[in-house]
Structure formats: structure tokens, C-alpha cells
């Protein structure tokens, strides 16, 4: 087996990680590389073993599961970058909350043995997509593992967007803005904003609004086979949209917004000892008491 290293660079724990795992790696019998990104960092003299690196589209292709080495939103932008090219993904998590990642600095050696035995399974994670359009013609694409958030950027204005689910009208928000998530995103900013959560084995797209000036205005679940449109009723300015809390850009009044289930489905491996009910009820301090 060949086993791909990635992560947060930046994180001062990354290179510690790595110097650790890459011989519980190789021990175990596979091969390692490590994606060459790290190479940028003034510290990457801090890796220690001799690993050998891959740019980052070439450790896709060629390796047969991808560890990555930070918290959520390393995986997040992992799963992004891997496009089309779906490998199965472990997070090793460094820092606090986190709900993606499957081990830890203490665990991943376990998780490799469980690994060179086969001894897991892998829960499939629907994607969004986005298209942007606007009237001069412009256009564009993204894919989102946790959520899509659109808002009123600098401005204090509300924000007014009309949403269509399947070409049939479905509300006109007054908010800050919404928030079209996945199951896997429903622990994330909608949860956050009042949205539901939802168990990720389910396909479903749930639409929240940010702080809504409306007592009525409230999260809606819809089916992933629907086609979302967000319009704007006014041509706003500062506007703008956000892809899994990473990527932020200004979009215009007259943009349109179409929100779907992506084609592409994110590869989790998912440990023995572990499943979404445990670390649900650790990650939000369910006692089992409260009242």
C-alpha cells in the first residue's frame, strides 16, 4: 500500500507528526510520500526522516489512501484540491474541536495497524456544487464539503435573496445571509446559525439563515436531487461568498447563484472504535444529565 502525507505546514505539531509516523509507516510494509507543499515553509528543514515528496496531484494519483495532518480544515481543503481524484482520506487531528478527523498524535499508530489490516470502513461524503453566473456573462465553478455561505460582506444592509428549489419559488430571506450545507456541514456554521444536524449518511441540502429578520424565517432540509437558485433582489454591493469557511469573494447583485449535490464524493475512513453517535456526543458534551 502506498500511504500519501499532507497537512497544515504551518502548524509547529505537523513536523513532529511526520517524523513520527513516516517509520510506523514504513515499518508496517508500505510506502510513504509526502506531498511537497511543506517544501515552502522556512521550517521544512524540521522533517527529519527521509521522505520523499510528490507535488500534490501526483500524491493523489499515486498513492492509495491520503493522511491529513492538521485539524477540519486541512481536510476540507484536502478534499477540495483531490478534485475528481477521490482517494480515502484519514485525518490526524491537531488542536480542539473538530468532528472530521478520525486519530490523533497518540492514536495514529494504532490507526495504521488498523489500516495494514484492513480493519476499516469508508463513509461516502457528498459535495456541493456551485455555479456562478452574473448578466456580463461571467461564470464559475467550486465544490464544497461543508457549506456554501453567502452574506452582506462590509455592508449593514440586509440582505434580500430570493431562493427557487427546482424552478418553484420558495422564500425571499431578509437576513445576513444563508448558509446551503451539507449533512457533513450541519456541524459546522448552520449548526452554529440554528440549523439541524444532520447524520451524514443521509444526502440531503439544508438551507439556514443568518440571523433572519423574520420570527418565521427558519432552516428548511431539502432533498440533494434539488436544484437550489439564490437571485438578489437589489444590485448590493459588497456581497459575498464563502466555500467551506476558506475561500471568500465578493460577488456582485446581479450574480446568480446554483447550488446542487456535486458529482464528487469525499472518501472517509472511518475506524473501529469510532463512529458519528460517539464523536457527536464528545465533540458537543452530551453527558446524558442535562436539563
Given amino acids: 500500500m502506498i500511504i500519501g502525507l499532507t497537512?497544515?505546514?504551518?502548524?509547529?505539531?505537523?513536523y513532529e507528526i511526520v517524523n513520527s509516523i513516516f517509520p510506523v509507516i514504513v515499518n508496517a510494509g508500505h510506502s510513504c510520500f509526502i506531498s511537497s507543499d511543506y517544501?515552502?515553509?522556512?521550517?521544512?528543514?524540521?522533517?527529519?526522516?527521509?521522505?520523499?515528496?510528490?507535488?500534490?496531484?501526483?500524491?493523489?494519483?499515486?498513492?492509495?489512501?491520503?493522511?491529513?495532518?492538521?485539524?477540519d480544515g486541512t481536510l476540507l481543503s484536502t478534499a477540495r484540491r483531490m478534485e475528481e481524484n477521490m482517494k480515502p482520506i484519514l485525518g490526524i487531528h491537531i488542536g480542539g474541536l473538530g468532528f472530521l478527523a478520525e486519530s490523533t498524535r497518540q492514536t495514529m499508530a494504532e490507526a495504521i495497524e488498523y489500516i495494514s489490516n484492513q480493519n476499516y470502513s469508508i463513509e461516502n461524503r457528498?459535495?456541493?456544487?456551485?455555479?456562478?453566473?452574473?448578466?456580463?456573462?461571467?461564470?464559475?465553478?467550486?465544490?464544497?464539503?461543508?457549506?456554501?455561505?453567502?452574506?452582506?460582506?462590509h455592508s449593514g444592509r440586509i440582505l434580500k435573496t430570493e431562493i427557487t428549489v427546482s424552478g418553484e419559488y420558495l422564500n425571499t430571506y431578509e437576513s445576513d445571509g444563508l448558509i446551503f450545507s451539507t449533512p457533513t456541514g450541519s456541524t459546522a456554521y448552520s449548526l452554529s446559525a440554528g440549523g439541524p444536524i444532520i447524520t451524514p449518511t443521509i444526502d440531503t441540502i439544508t438551507v439556514t439563515p443568518i440571523c433572519p429578520h423574520s420570527l418565521s424565517a427558519r432552516p428548511i432540509v431539502l432533498p440533494a436531487n434539488e436544484i437550489i437558485e439564490a437571485s438578489f433582489t437589489e444590485d448590493y454591493e459588497?456581497?459575498?461568498?464563502?466555500?467551506?469557511?476558506?475561500?471568500?469573494?465578493?460577488?456582485?447583485?446581479s450574480t446568480k447563484l446554483e447550488i446542487k449535490k456535486s458529482s464528487r464524493i469525499i472518501q472517509l475512513i472511518s475506524l473501529p472504535g469510532n463512529n458519528y453517535f460517539h464523536t457527536l456526543r464528545s465533540k458537543m458534551g452530551w453527558t446524558g444529565n442535562l436539563r
Fill in 7 to 14: 497537512g497544515n505546514f504551518r502548524k509547529s505539531r505537523f
Fill in 39 to 71: 517544501e515552502e515553509d522556512e521550517d521544512a528543514g524540521k522533517v527529519k526522516v527521509g521522505i520523499d515528496s510528490l507535488e500534490f496531484s501526483e500524491l493523489v494519483e499515486t498513492c492509495d489512501i491520503i493522511l491529513t495532518i492538521g485539524g
Fill in 126 to 153: 457528498m459535495m456541493l456544487s456551485l455555479h456562478l453566473s452574473s448578466l456580463n456573462g461571467k461564470s464559475g465553478g467550486y465544490h464544497a464539503l461543508n457549506d456554501i455561505v453567502v452574506d452582506h460582506g
Fill in 238 to 253: 459588497g456581497i459575498a461568498c464563502t466555500i467551506d469557511g476558506q475561500i471568500r469573494f465578493a460577488i456582485k447583485g
